[in-house]
């Protein structure tokens, strides 16, 4: 049985620091792509980061220089560090793993506000 479990969320002010994590079971995680997506009120879920089983990272436009993205294979748990936050950053997080099928984890919320 696959679980994605995300932690890390919470509210914080402008200019605020979070880091989520996610820990995967069930998985051979050092073998799948992991990916951080958001989905804030009334939008589409977009793409925020993600890393290849190879360590190679992509990141949205708008998270760039802010955001970093990570895994340790030896605890099967991915991160996404997220500095300088906005308001806009405010959404439901998700993470989700790829290899031969894809799994998503529950969400965790951010909120950034003052």
């Known amino acids: 049985q696959v679980q994605l479990v995300e932690s890390g969320g919470g509210s914080v002010p402008p200019g605020g620091s979070l880091r989520l994590s996610c820990i995967a079971s069930?998985?051979?995680?050092?073998?799948?792509?992991l990916a951080w997506y958001r989905q804030a009120p009334g939008k589409q879920r977009e793409h925020v980061a993600g890393?290849?089983?190879?360590?190679?990272?992509n990141y949205a436009d708008s998270v760039t220089g802010r955001f970093t993205i990570a895994r340790d294979n030896v605890k099967n748990t991915g991160y996404l560090q997220m500095n300088s936050l906005k308001p806009e950053d405010t959404a439901v997080y998700y993470c989700k793993v790829v290899y031969s099928m894809s799994y998503w984890g529950q969400g965790t919320q951010v909120t950034v506000s003052s």
């Open positions: 069930g998985i051979n995680f050092s073998i799948h792509s």
């Open positions: 890393i290849t089983a190879s360590g190679a990272t």
